[in-house]
């Protein structure tokens, strides 16, 4: 069966340093999430993503963040001067279309020391 | 804004059914998603209701829908070893754009033997 790949499956870095999250969402598919869980707590949505540009986009998606769809396959999610807080599991997802089941991977843990 | 509220733990025995229940605001969702979560792994797609649905059946797993008490519940039949793993409930409302699942914090289901 299809799945959601996400890379890599763990991430560390140094404070205030940017880093990118890699995801291959399922090749039929056609929007894109982003979600991700801070220890502890719910899995928050952060931005979702169709033809090219952002759809829909929570409070916490400021302009620390941003999207991208360099290629046919890759969606990627990146973090500028990364902090603290950022430390959380990043889940990617995707669906056929937006009233279709969302598909999640298996996530990054992002470690910020 | 939107929220969706379970309780974090429940513990069954092995055979016996399991019957993990959710509660949400948001009186204009359009679909309830149960989600599963084995440690280590990302969020599984186990089944899903459309709002102007009471149940649906598949295979052991049963979904029922209060939408007046706005209250979902997922049963479990003959539950194993293997159902052991943390439970989400979410909730979207369809408004037409690539909406974002709220979620609720996970039922941890413990299966003794």
């Known amino acids: 069966e299809p799945e959601v790949t996400q890379t890599p499956s763990h991430q560390v870095t140094q404070m205030g340093q940017e880093v990118i999250l890699r995801c291959v969402p399922i090749?039929?598919?056609?929007?894109f999430y982003w979600y991700r869980q801070i220890l502890g707590q719910k899995v928050e949505f952060l931005v979702s993503?169709?033809?090219?540009?952002?759809?829909?986009k929570s409070e916490i998606f400021d302009d620390q963040f941003s999207v991208e769809r360099p290629d046919g396959s890759n969606f990627t999610l990146k973090i500028r001067s990364t902090k603290l807080e950022d430390s959380a599991m990043y889940f990617c997802a995707s669906n056929q279309g937006a009233n279709q089941p969302q598909h999640f991977g298996d996530g990054t843990r992002l470690s910020i020391l | 804004g939107e929220d969706v509220e379970q309780s974090l733990f429940l513990s069954v025995r092995e055979g016996d059914s399991s019957v993990i229940n959710c509660t949400y605001t948001d009186s204009s969702s359009t679909y309830l998603y149960w989600y599963k979560q084995e440690p280590g792994a990302g969020l599984q797609l186990l089944t899903y209701i459309f709002s102007n649905m009471d149940m649906k059946q598949d295979q052991r797993l049963t979904v029922l829908l209060n939408k007046k008490d706005k209250h979902l519940s997922l049963r479990i039949a003959d539950t194993q070893t293997g159902d052991s793993a943390i439970y989400f409930c979410?909730?979207?409302?369809?408004?037409?754009?690539?909406?974002?699942?709220?979620f609720g914090k996970g039922t941890h289901l413990i299966i003794q033997p």
């Open positions: 993503f169709y033809n090219n540009e952002i759809s829909e």
């Open positions: 979410a909730e979207i409302y369809s408004g037409g754009g690539a909406d974002g699942l709220t």
């Open positions: 090749s039929n598919h056609l929007y």
